[in-house]
């Protein structure tokens, strides 16, 4: 997860409450880093608060796990693609893809890891001017005769 995705993720809704991680600026080097915002006691099973979020520059790093369960009730399909060949014509790794649908429409998202692809996806459903572009031809089904 990067800092510009986490970002659009945040701007469209994406819940930024109770997240494993978090993206924000660290004090020392200006720069953007994880902090981790929960603590687990293994000998317990209990989880702890630590790193409260006040700063509007963090924002959630959703883990694979919170992304997929965010596009619930939809079937994913995640797939790693191989298009590209190497020089001697060996397949080899492209990108992350994933996809679901409905009844009616049909969404996808890419990326160089499966977080990234899932957020990818997640924000294109969010999105309505993605369904008419992601859309299978348009077709929708009109009943049996």
Request: charged share 30%; aromatic share 14%; with cysteine.
């Amino acid at each position: 997860m990067n800092y510009e995705l986490a970002k659009q993720l945040k701007n469209a809704g994406f819940p930024q409450e109770n997240r494993e991680k978090y993206l924000t600026k660290c004090c020392s080097h200006g720069e953007w880093g994880i902090i981790y915002s929960k603590w687990h006691d293994s000998s317990t099973g209990e989880w702890g608060n630590g790193h409260e979020l006040k700063d509007q520059d963090s924002y959630a790093a959703p883990t694979l796990e919170e992304l997929i369960e965010a596009i619930e009730p939809y079937g994913i399909k995640l797939e790693k693609r191989h298009e590209n060949r190497t020089p001697e014509g060996y397949l080899k790794f492209s990108r992350w893809y994933a996809d679901c649908s409905d009844a009616d429409d049909y969404w996808f998202g890419e990326g160089d890891t499966p977080e990234i692809a899932i957020a990818n996806l997640w924000l294109n459903i969010q999105d309505p001017n993605k369904r008419a572009k992601t859309a299978i031809q348009g077709i929708h089904f009109r009943g049996f005769k």
